[in-house]
């Protein structure tokens, strides 16, 4: 009994199926093929230097079909773009010395090292056109949270991540220490950076999860206040796989920003904790009083007393006897972490040992010196702060402040396009700023 082979695909079938497993526009495919032919054939037949559009390409049906256009001539062809009469008549039957003609040519009937030198240059268009689509794919995603699967080690320091379309890298120092995965394990991500390198065939993609960003979006995540810009994550400080430390705050007066984050019987938190595996996270509520603000940061410790020098960006920080090893924490986290927070140099001292210094006129002196320094007046105290502004929210404050604007009556001098200029603020703040500020602002004429 006879079997009837099944029919192979067609060439544009084959091209359609290739665009859509790869995600590639079909028109651009077909370009890049034109190209390569057209490109493989001029160089065969030294055809660099003359005219473009002497050699096209056209695809009828599942057929490729080189057309080249040629000048009758009487004698010899010199090129390869002239044709003599003779050979002219037996394509085109009234044509004569001096018409320019077609000449259609299969693909096929070309030369092994034409087919050969197209196959390549399409191939490597290919691959470049493809590595591109996926650079600006995952370009736009540079700060997202990504799901992916574990797959191998490579040099035994850098994980590689199966993204789906194309493979991630999360070398050692991005990596949550003391987790271990094994092959197919499911894992989350940020990704931190997305790079083009020479001798990479794709886009080089590093993945981590040590950041401090990984954390806040995990926040985002799990927390609806903060997706919903309800609460704001101001700052974070972590050291992976020890401790986090999250500043938050509110931008609504009715809502807590750290039982929001915790949630009912710390539920929110719990699975954060289980995602970081089971790393300490302390949330701080954020203040603009320095005083409170480091109060807030050196928790789980509850200082006796808390004295800032601003002007050194010192403070220190006094507890109970028994909470000493809290305040400094793991090989001194818990006051790292705060000191990077809140950008004060933080001395931690328990009573004793503070009662101890103050017996000492030396360092009683010193002690006066540095945090009982008669306050200096400024013009800033005839000023009015900017958190005085409803709807100002603390990460603005910050932004402005770090921009050289410590209160309202400088706030009203600047223009919404100098507004925009500083760092971090951007046109679209700039006008929610003008707009608080015409809303809250009692404008008097001279």
């Given at each position: ?381 005839d000023m009015t702060p900017l958190n005085e502004i409803p709807g100002l ?42 707009k608080l500020l015409s809303e809250s602002v009692e404008w008097v004429e001279?």
């Open positions: 009994m006879a079997v009837k082979n099944k029919q192979e695909p067609g060439l544009l079938e084959v091209i359609q199926q290739f665009c859509a497993d790869k995600s590639l526009d079909r028109d651009a495919v077909m370009s890049i093929i034109k190209e390569s032919l057209v490109s493989a054939y001029r160089k065969k037949n030294d055809l660099e230097l003359t005219p473009e559009g002497s050699v096209d390409v056209e695809f009828s049906g599942d057929r490729v079909i080189l057309v080249v256009k040629k000048k009758v001539v009487a004698g010899e062809p010199e090129s390869g773009v002239e044709i003599g009469l003779v050979e002219a008549r037996s394509n085109q039957a009234d044509c004569n010395v001096g018409d320019t003609i077609e000449i259609r040519e299969k693909p096929v009937d070309l030369s092994r090292i034409v087919s050969n030198q197209a196959k390549q240059m399409v191939f490597q268009k290919l691959k470049d056109m493809e590595k591109e689509i996926l650079f600006k794919e995952y370009k736009e995603k540079e700060g997202e949270l990504i799901h992916g699967y574990f797959q191998r080690w490579k040099n035994k320091d850098v994980m590689s991540i199966d993204l789906g379309k194309v493979e991630g890298i999360m070398p050692r120092k991005e990596q949550n220490p003391g987790e271990k995965y094994r092959q197919g394990d499911r894992l989350k991500a940020i990704i931190s950076r997305v790079e083009l390198r020479p001798k990479e065939p794709i886009p080089v993609i590093t993945l981590s999860r040590a950041s401090g960003d990984f954390v806040k979006k995990l926040f985002e995540m799990e927390i609806p206040e903060i997706y919903e810009g309800l609460v704001e994550i101001v700052n974070v400080a972590r050291q992976p796989s020890i401790r986090t430390k999250v500043v938050v705050a509110s931008t609504r007066e009715d809502i807590d920003p750290v039982g929001a984050c915790v949630g009912m019987k710390g539920v929110r938190i719990q699975s954060i904790v289980r995602e970081l595996g089971n790393e300490r996270i302390d949330i701080v509520q954020y203040s603009p009083e320095s005083e409170e603000f480091i109060k807030n940061a050196i928790s789980p410790a509850k200082p006796v007393e808390v004295k800032v020098d601003t002007a050194g960006r010192e403070a220190l920080v006094i507890v109970n006897d028994d909470s000493l090893s809290l305040a400094i924490g793991i090989n001194g986290s818990n006051v790292k972490l705060a000191s990077q927070l809140t950008k004060f140099k933080i001395d931690i001292r328990t009573v004793s040992q503070y009662n101890e210094d103050m017996t000492s006129p030396e360092a009683r002196e010193r002690l006066d010196k540095l945090f009982n320094a008669p306050e200096v007046k400024s013009e800033d105290d929210t603390p990460r603005v404050i910050e932004l402005l402040q770090s921009g050289g604007i410590k209160n309202v009556e400088t706030l009203i001098e600047m223009s919404q396009e100098e507004l925009s200029r500083i760092q971090g603020i951007g046109s679209s703040t700039a006008e929610q700023i003008m001279d």
